[in-house]
């Protein structure tokens, strides 16, 4: 009876978390339409998500593409299709690996910052303090966050597609001997538009996962500084799990045929 109360209780917790995190999403998405509107507030959420993420989100990328070059010239070179590496390139670092390399990496920073940060403000009360000046706090502090993910994550994808097909391509050209113009070539004739898309649309959607996932485990924190550790870790570790699951589901629904 014991092992069954227990499963009880956990299944009783998760269903109170899942009702509090569906409240929590309409009421975001609801206050990201609805005026008024703090652009200052969103511009610097650009600028923290978009512009300082970006060294770390270049440097995951490039290094992916160069190792993508390195390992599938081992596998092809047994088969004689050396050629195929840049098109393999294109499409791994297009399709999965700028997208979830971005994501998880601006899951580590921006997510776990924003639920810092909320969460201080939290157990400081000073989200209590805007609420007491007739500030909405959803649209003060939450919407600008979950706006300028979901604008900057495909600006940071897109740019690391770039930097990706670019680590493939010195490693191909430096290291590999192939013709440089031949590997570019290769690169253009193989590249189709739904890869692109695909990533740019994944990307949207995890800036969404993490700033949703940052803002609702700082937003609800209480229990001090522990309580913000915890928040802060929740939120990371949540929305990398997320990452992982939609950009399965993602990728069954642009490429099952």
Same mark, same amino acid.
């Given at each position: 009876?014991?092992?069954i *109360?227990l499963?009880?209780?956990?299944?009783?917790?998760?269903l109170?978390?899942?009702? !509090?995190l569906?409240?929590?999403? =309409?009421?975001?998405?609801? /206050?990201?339409?609805?005026? &008024?509107?703090?652009?200052?507030?969103?511009?610097?959420?650009?600028?923290?998500?978009?512009?300082?993420?970006? &060294? %770390?989100?270049?440097?995951?990328?490039?290094?992916?593409?160069?190792?993508?070059?390195? !390992?599938?010239?081992?596998?092809?070179?047994?088969? *004689?299709?050396?050629?195929?590496?840049?098109?393999? %390139?294109?499409?791994?670092?297009?399709?999965?690996l700028?997208?979830?390399? $971005?994501?998880?990496?601006?899951?580590?920073?921006?997510?776990?910052?924003? $639920?810092?940060?909320?969460?201080?403000?939290?157990?400081?009360?000073?989200?209590? $303090?805007? *609420?007491?000046?007739s500030? +909405? &706090?959803?649209?003060?502090?939450? @919407?600008?966050?979950?706006?300028?993910?979901?604008?900057?994550?495909?600006?940071? =994808?897109?740019?690391?597609?770039?930097?990706?097909?670019?680590?493939?391509?010195?490693?191909?050209v430096?290291?590999?001997?192939? /013709?440089?113009? @031949?590997?570019?070539?290769?690169?253009?004739?193989?590249?189709? &538009?739904?890869?692109?898309?695909?990533?740019? %649309?994944?990307?949207?959607?995890?800036?969404?996962?993490?700033?949703?996932?940052?803002?609702?485990?700082?937003y609800n924190?209480?229990?001090?500084?522990?309580?913000?550790?915890?928040?802060?870790t /929740?939120?990371?570790?949540?929305?990398?799990?997320?990452?992982l699951?939609?950009?399965?589901?993602?990728?069954?629904?642009?490429? +099952?045929?």
């Open positions: 009876m014991e092992f *109360s499963l009880g209780r956990v299944f009783i917790h998760f109170r978390a899942s009702g !509090q569906g409240i929590f999403t =309409v009421k975001a998405i609801y /206050n990201c339409f609805t005026p &008024p509107f703090y652009f200052k507030k969103i511009a610097e959420q650009l600028i923290e998500i978009g512009f300082y993420s970006l &060294p %770390v989100v270049a440097l995951t990328t490039f290094f992916a593409g160069a190792v993508i070059a390195l !390992q599938t010239y081992t596998g092809f070179a047994r088969f *004689s299709a050396e050629g195929a590496v840049a098109m393999v %390139v294109l499409i791994a670092v297009t399709r999965e700028a997208p979830v390399m $971005a994501g998880l990496m601006v899951a580590g920073r921006i997510g776990a910052a924003m $639920a810092a940060e909320l969460g201080t403000m939290r157990v400081t009360e000073q989200i209590d $303090a805007l *609420s007491t000046l500030t +909405n &706090p959803f649209k003060y502090l939450i @919407s600008p966050r979950i706006l300028a993910g979901i604008v900057m994550m495909p600006v940071l =994808v897109l740019i690391g597609d770039v930097i990706g097909i670019c680590g493939g391509y010195i490693i191909g430096y290291k590999l001997d192939f /013709n440089a113009s @031949s590997y570019l070539v290769n690169t253009w004739n193989f590249m189709e &538009p739904m890869d692109v898309i695909s990533g740019l %649309v994944k990307a949207s959607v995890f800036g969404f996962i993490i700033t949703l996932l940052g803002c609702y485990n700082g924190s209480k229990g001090g500084a522990q309580g913000v550790g915890s928040a802060t /929740n939120a990371v570790v949540s929305a990398s799990i997320l990452i699951i939609f950009n399965y589901i993602l990728t069954e629904i642009f490429f +099952n045929s």
